[in-house]
């Protein structure tokens, strides 16, 4: 399936974290984040490097942010 910014909203939304948290979760840049947010069809490394952190449910997605 493709992947819309979006997704990548709704993700942020119910992980409960900013631009900023998110992009130290999975190791890329707050720009980064806000650029996938605008894009319609989400990019295969954007893809990629999200996909995990949506299995996460919020607590552990907060754990995780926290031990880096």
């Known amino acids: 399936p493709l992947y819309s ?3 990548v909203r709704a993700l ?4 409960d ?8 979760l999975i190791g890329v840049s ?4 806000s650029n ?3 894009e ?4 295969a490394r954007a893809v990629e490097v999200l996909k995990p952190v949506m299995k ?3 607590r552990q997605a907060w754990n995780q942010l926290q031990r880096k």
């Open 36 to 38: 996938w947010e605008k």
């Open 40 to 43: 319609y069809n989400l990019r």
């Open 5 to 7: 910014g979006e997704d």
């Open 30 to 33: 707050a720009a980064s984040i």
């Open 17 to 24: 974290m900013s631009q900023s948290q998110l992009a130290a």
């Open 56 to 58: 996460l449910s919020k």
């Open 12 to 15: 942020r939304a119910k992980l």
